[in-house]
Nanobody, 127 residues
Framework: QLQLVESGGGLVQPGGSLRLSCAAS????????IGWFRQAPGKEREGVSC????????YYADSVKGRFTISRDNAKNTVYLQMNSLKPEDTAVYYC????????????????????WGKGTLVTVSS
């Protein structure tokens, strides 16, 4: 069964950090571009950060540039999102997705593209 599972979410104070993980089972992430997306209550899903299969290209939404870092460890079949300097407006359910073919990582993030999606992990930034 092809599956993506997110973990690492939780409650954190403003200015704090979290590291999200996206682990794949049933297929190798190494052949896929991976994206992190988020959806806050009452808002549309937005692309946060995306990375190409080779890690050669990355994309970050303007709202997270300089604070979030995406990385992947294909040997562990896992992609990470390091989130620093968290703000209350980062509160959302975070999803990861895998796409087997994308024109660019920007296309993946902006278009919310993905062949496979996880079920999400909740990040709450609050004092």
């Amino acid at each position: 069964q092809l599956q993506l599972v997110e973990s690492g979410g939780g409650l954190v104070q403003p200015g704090g950090s979290l590291r999200l993980s996206c682990a794949a089972s049933g297929f190798s992430l190494g052949y896929y571009a991976i994206g992190w997306f988020r959806q806050a209550p009452g808002k549309e899903r937005e692309g946060v950060s995306c990375i190409s299969s080779s890690s050669g290209s990355t994309y970050y939404a303007d709202s997270v540039k300089g604070r979030f870092t995406i990385s992947r460890d294909n040997a562990k079949n896992t992609v990470y999102l390091q989130m620093n300097s968290l703000k209350p407006e980062d509160t959302a359910v975070y999803y990861c997705a895998a796409d087997g073919w994308i024109p660019t990582v920007q296309h993946m993030c902006v278009g919310a593209r993905g062949d496979y999606w996880g079920k999400g992990t909740l990040v709450t930034v609050s004092s």
